[in-house]
């Protein structure tokens, strides 16, 4: 019985983290606090640090925090509140009075050192309130700009988003437990520990140094529990004239984040994306988090993907002949 039992200790040493979990749409919001709770249901430690109000498409904007001259969103805080501040019956849940970016900082800089005496191991954004998506999206995304923030703080980090989604109070997930948001936020939520778990467990640093995971989880309208889902390795931009992505599937070229998420089923997209430029990363660290994710991807319908990039290619090369 003494081997089983410390085979158990030695995988959850392995697989628990202290994680600071942040977002782009507010420290209230249900998705957010639904994934609160599942990484404290599976081991983790979590400090959550996100906006006091809603940040959506701030990009990596930043500033000083100041006192509120608005109510945190949902009401959670009066006017007046300081510039950074907690939940009274659990100080572990933070709000900040910037952006996304500012909210990571802290919780890198001030919370993590406070509650742990050391840095984070990860840092969780979002999930965020519907896709990120493609170069222009994700330039735009405070989701994606709070991870790219932490990775370039020597932090391994990722974004989160899903498509089913609505900007709502975290106490709809109790008051309203079988609505198709709070079901999405659920199944979102199982997905992103998995997804995490599954790197964590695996040998050397978590990600490159400099990239970050861009993650995104298809409507559950049709998908509707966490084993529907199958995660396919993609790329940001489609890649017209760009060298060769990791060989894997079979083929050269991964496909698109948006060719993967509107069409083709329960597939959910995983980007390896440089945090500096916001842009796909080159095949050689595409290949070590293939390596690290490769007991949870899928093919999926490789000849539609194929298909897809001959269109896009095709419309690209129009464009550029275009007067």
């Not at 507010?26 to 430690?45: E, P, S, T, Y």
Request: aromatic letters at 8%; a neutral charge; proline letters at 7%.
């Amino acid at each position: 019985m003494i081997i089983p039992f410390l085979q158990l200790v030695f995988a959850y040493t392995v697989c628990a983290s202290r994680i600071v979990l942040t977002n782009d749409d507010g420290w209230a919001v249900a998705l957010v606090r639904a994934q609160n709770d599942a990484l404290k249901a599976a081991g983790h430690d979590i400090i959550l640090s996100c906006p006091a109000t809603d940040k959506s498409g701030t990009g990596s904007s930043t500033t000083t925090p100041t006192p509120l001259k608005t109510p945190c969103e949902f009401k959670t805080c009066p006017v007046g509140s300081p510039a950074t501040g907690f939940n009274a019956s659990d100080p572990r849940l933070n709000y900040v009075n910037a952006y996304p970016v500012d909210a990571a900082i802290f919780g890198i800089q001030m919370l993590a050192p406070e509650f742990w005496s050391s840095r984070p191991d990860f840092v969780f954004s979002g999930p965020n309130v519907g896709n990120n998506a493609g170069g222009l999206t994700v330039h735009r995304s405070g989701t994606v700009g709070a991870a790219t923030e932490a990775a370039k703080q020597g932090i391994p980090a990722a974004a989160f988003s899903g498509a089913t989604a609505s900007h709502i109070s975290y106490t709809t997930l109790t008051t309203n437990p079988d609505s198709k948001n709070t079901r999405a936020a659920l199944i979102y939520s199982a997905l992103s520990v998995k997804l995490l778990e599954t790197l964590f467990a695996s040998s050397g640093p978590i990600l490159p140094n400099n990239t970050i995971l861009n993650v995104n989880f298809p409507s559950t309208s049709k998908c509707t529990s966490p084993d529907a889902f199958k995660f396919v390795l993609t790329r940001i931009n489609w890649a017209f004239g760009v060298p060769d992505d990791v060989e894997t599937c079979g083929m050269t070229r991964l496909p698109t984040e948006s060719s993967v998420l509107r069409q083709y089923g329960c597939f959910a997209s995983v980007s390896v994306m440089d945090a500096g430029t916001k842009g796909d990363v080159d095949a050689e660290t595409q290949a070590v988090v293939l390596e690290k994710l490769e007991g949870i991807l899928d093919c999926g319908p490789r000849s539609k993907w194929l298909i897809d990039v001959v269109l896009s290619t095709v419309t690209f090369v129009g464009r550029l002949f275009y007067v």
